[in-house]
């Protein structure tokens, strides 16, 4: 076996083998997660979370304690309902066991005093009651009035011609209401009101005293409608025709509200007119009269938004909440409505959002709405049960932004049914969604539970309900707030209660049925009458309609100015006090902080003058509160193992699923009783199980200190990853620091942490011990070909593969101290983070002198782990350790395939094995049956080693077996050929492919390289009979075909001379691929071993400048070179005569900047060696 096939043994068996079999020693199994339980659509594909489970007590002495974590993709459903059944990305997984200790402590906590809008602060000034009242900006409107004359007698329309006196009722018009009219067609007709006719004035006939009044601000707006009655307020498609100031003289009898444009009746269509006064100064003061009729009370509504208690909205722009209050929740458990009217910022959505969220004790998320999120999906979620249940559906702009829209969301869990609504009309809705909602203790409205996600935009008539409301009973009140509106409700006596942000800013606690308090600058603001539509009245009377018009006007036009006076938000101040072990706000009130000025402001807003706030003021200088918190048990994390998911696109784990199986003995002590444990994640389904196997252990684990644990930033290393000190306790006698990092993170700076090389290193007591560098080759994983990028080094980790654990034996470092401490170091960077464990174990004295215990079996195995290798021509390969205190000198070995005849040696070990190091070993096995037979028999493969001289004192430990296959016999039926082809197709990249074919004792039978792009080439190899392995190497580690570069595809294939293939290789291999084979012809004697071309090529400097040099070590004769970009593109060639003294020297000038790749041939060898010109 060749070095480098040893290496790649030795790497891929850092997890122990799951098919080679430890006997004797009896092994007591502890099974926990299981892929049955995970694979269960009614739990939705759960994640193995913590759970408890019974471990053997620690009567028992076992001298190994296994791990098994067997993965499988899902058979039932989807990893995460994600599509894939193996899970798409490469995801952390912690496989993680918490001891409690039965200790109780509790953290020193503090809080500030106050807290303005829900921030700590040192020292404010506010004031709390401003000279004047709430203070408030005032925006100037400019407005435009218009007076029409005639030449000639206009037309008139009018609903007064023959109508008795004492048929006329008075109409009243009232300051700040919005009035709305409907006539009919009919009623226009009859008025000789024809289509196509223009109408530019409503001439509106006065009643009562005839004094001089006048209207600050008039808006009259108009629409054609289909509808035959009015049924809520309409609120668009409006057309303005009239917005400015009116007045009347005395004794005139009518108003006139000239038009600014010619309102034209089309041929279909009722008439609708929408009527807003502001500033009335009339007889009777805040209202004018008008003469008109009594009808259907389907033909007039008004809206009264300034009407004491009328419904209000609330204004919240991020940093803003209303706390509810949970007492009103406390029996919500299956069905529930929550609805309201939300109006979002345009300028910010859509962005992550919370509308409102409820927790339950457990800070776990009971009912929560995101409107929307930042993908413009729309979230319900209700009901926590282990995860909550969760509806969503992708929503337009104009949906939650920009408008009112009522939005409705609804649960029963009986049914299993969750919707949402929109303006009552069904928005989205799923089912299955069976969690009761459990019992809230802290809801907020407009933000999350707990402040740190927000909601931006409009908020009013929130309210919730103890039902599932219908879409058209939803739909029917969705515009009725006020309370005593909402008792003829269908689902009254399932009402919670409603928050119609009544009260003024400034007060602390919404009145209404549910309470609620505004934490933050969030301005409580009534609706403009022009905006107004909840809780319509409907009216039976209409003012007189007398229209005139004709032909066009002369039209006088005069300007005007409107003030509109517009709170300014006040800030929250909370004052908080110690409530046991918490605390609690004790008393809310607002105020303006010192300094604050209101503004005059034109309709652009533009700023005109600006007026201080005055008032007297407040000092809060801040204080902190010290407290302790509730009494917990502490609970230690200790990290077992980490293991990275696959790429899970295309990939198939087997119907057995694949097995990683990890050492825990080092936990043997918290791996009793009762465990409760934490793995892996929904990426894939989970088989975790142990074994026990009784015996004697090498030493005796007294203790496990877990001290770094969790993310931390390369940026801050030092501030968090910080030296830790351990002092030994009674019975330690050897120590060991455990280390587990992996890097996360790219795309800023260098990329780092997970693709950059870093250097780690350990010091004890502040001496430099060891130091590597954390890049982890990813390109020869076992696991292969997976969906993503599973081939690119990573800082500590690969995709489908464990994290790497580096033990560090401290014993010789630190023995006899009373104390010692040890610190972390990692190569400084701005970006990236690594997951970092520490973790040191304590050890008592060696329990044996002299012991060798068998580890793996590496090779013959049919552990999928070993694929990339096995099956195998070459020498069987054991992992095996000391485990005694005195040097392994010399192993006893008994081997062989069980059935046949056993072999035995003894082997000597140089240099000799300190006490706990492992050494993998080559046993020179040569029984036919080895690799002669049938490539589908299962065989099994025993080995035994004692220390020699009998010594040995613990032969148990020292047994193991393993199954396998033997390579695949390739021959012509007729024994009549002994060639083989091989066939190659190159990719884009051909220097970097190379083929060999090797003997079973290492020896090259046939090699070569390639040098042309897409190119097939065809090598007949003449082989004798014997075992072989034919192994295609990539330089780039990218293989023949890999979909995330530019090096286009290829492949190789072993061919008959007739036709066919012996064997097919994957071209997305990564770095290397190997088959091995029995070659049952033998025809020729006089087939040569290929030519070794002995030496190697150094190149420096790397990075080089203007020039690069080529050196011999130990290579002589003709040697050609080729220079290439990373592309393919040729630079530069020329050839050169190596030998001992000889080097080359390029000029390298011209060369562009970045990889190069440099290929070197001597006859079929080739040396490929990448550098980068700076």
Known sequence: MTL????????????????????????????????????????????????????????????????????????????????????????????????????????????????????????????????????????????????????????MWSSLAGVPQSELVTVAGEEGVRHQWMWHASELDSLGWAV??????????????????????????????????????????????????????????????????????PETGNLVLDLVLEGVDGPTGSALEWLGHVGADSLGQTCHPGAAGAAQWVDMDGNDRMELNPAALFDLDTTVTLECWIRGDEAVLPANTTLFEGLNAFNQRELNVHAPWSNGRMYWDAGFDGGYDRIDQAASESQYEGQWMHWAFTKDAASGSMKMFVNGNLFHSGNGKDNVIGEIVRMNLGGSGYGDVDYYGGIAAFRIWRAALTGEVIRSWSDVAALDGLLDHPEIDHFVGTLNMAGANGEATNQGALDGWLHGDAARRPFGPRDAFLDPVALDVRPALVLVGGDEPTSTFTEAVFAEAVAVAPVSVTEWGVDGNDVAWTDLHYGWPAGTSTAVLDSQGDTLAVHLVVGTSTMYNNETLDYFGVPFEVVDRYELSRYITPYGINLTLDSDGWAWVFDVTDYAPLLRDSVELECGNWQELLDLKFAFIEGTPPRDVKRVDAFWKGLHYLSNWDDTVLPHTYTPEEGEAQWRLKTRASGH??????????????????????????????????????????????????????????????????????????????????TYDPYGNYRMEGQIIGYGAPNMVHDVEVMDILAPSKNKLMSRLNPVCEDPVVRIRNNGS??????????????????????????????????????????????????????????????????????????????????????????????????????????????????????????????????????????????????????????????????????????????????????????????????????????????????????????????????????????????????????????????????????????????VVLVLRQGEAQWTRWVVRE
């Open 4 to 155: 480098t096939n040893r290496l790649l043994l030795a790497a891929l068996a850092c997890v122990i083998s799951t098919t080679a079999v430890a006997d004797p020693g009896d092994t007591t199994w502890v099974q926990t997660y299981t892929w049955e339980a995970q694979d269960n659509p009614a739990t939705a594909y759960d994640s193995p979370g913590r759970r408890w489970f019974e471990f053997p007590s620690g009567d028992t002495t076992y001298r190994k304690i296994l791990m098994y974590h067997r993965l499988k993709c899902f058979e039932n459903g989807t990893a995460g309902n994600l599509g894939f059944p193996c899970g798409e990305w490469d995801y952390l997984t912690y496989n993680y066991l918490f001891d409690h200790t039965g200790e109780l402590d509790s953290a020193a906590l503090t809080h500030p005093k106050y807290l303005i809008n829900d921030a700590d602060f040192d020292m404010a000034e506010l004031i709390l009651n401003p000279e004047g009242g709430v203070p408030h900006d005032t925006v100037l409107h400019a407005l435009e009035g218009v007076t029409h004359a005639w030449a000639n007698a206009p037309s």
């Open 196 to 265: 196509g006719d223009s109408a530019w004035r409503w001439a509106v006939p006065r009643a009562g005293e005839l004094n001089a009044s006048s209207v600050g601000r008039l808006t009259l707006r108009a629409r054609w409608t289909d509808t035959d009655a009015l049924d809520g307020m309409l609120t668009s498609g409006w057309t303005t025709l009239v917005d400015g100031p009116a007045s009347v003289a005395d004794f005139m009898g009518e108003w006139h509200l000239d038009f600014n444009q010619p309102w034209v009746r």
């Open 745 to 826: 993170d790219f795309g800023q700076g260098n990329n780092c942490a997970e693709f950059c090389y870093n250097t780690h290193s350990v010091n004890v007591d502040g001496a430099p011990q060891w130091s590597w560098e954390i890049m982890q080759e990813c390109a020869d994983n076992p696991l292969y070909p997976q969906g993503g990028t599973w081939i690119y080094d990573r800082a500590g980790w690969c995709p489908g593969a464990p994290v790497r654990t580096e033990d560090l034996e401290l014993t010789p470092l630190v023995a006899g101290q009373d104390s010692f401490t040890v610190e972390y170091d990692v």
């Open 886 to 1155: 005195e040097p392994l000198s010399s192993v006893a070995w008994t081997f062989g395939i069980a059935g046949e005849p056993s072999q035995t040696a003894t082997l000597p070990l140089d240099p000799p094995l300190a006490f706990l190091e492992e050494r993998d070993v080559a046993l020179p096995y040569d029984a036919e049956a080895y690799h002669i037979g049938d490539e589908d028999a299962l065989l099994r493969f025993e080995v035994s080693a004692e220390v020699a001289g009998g010594q040995d004192e613990d032969p148990s430990n020292g047994f193991m077996s393993s199954h396998f296959h033997r390579p695949p016999t390739w021959q012509y039926n007729n024994l009549d050929d002994n060639r083989v082809i091989v066939w190659t197709k190159t990719n884009n990249a051909p220097w970097e492919t190379s083929v060999e074919i090797r003997r079973a004792d290492g020896g090259l039978q046939w090699a070569r390289s390639y040098s042309e792009p897409n190119t097939t080439y065809r090598d007949t190899v003449v082989l004798n009979q014997g075992c072989y392995r034919v192994t295609v190497l990539d330089s780039g580690d990218d293989g023949l075909d890999f979909w995330a570069n530019s090096d286009g595809s290829g492949y190789v294939r072993l061919k008959k001379v007739a036709g066919g293939n012996f064997h097919i290789f994957e071209s997305d291999f990564g770095k290397s691929i190997s088959q091995a084979f029995y070659w049952a012809t033998n025809l020729y004697s006089d087939v040569n071993e290929a030519e070794v071309h002995a030496g190697d090529i150094s190149v420096y400097p790397n990075p080089f400048g203007d020039q690069l040099t080529l050196a011999s070590a130990g290579l002589q004769g003709d040697v050609t070179w080729q220079a290439f970009t990373v592309q393919g593109q040729l630079l530069d060639q020329g050839a050169w005569q190596a030998g001992p003294r000889s080097g080359l020297t390029l000029s390298t000038s011209d060369w562009p900047a970045g990889s």
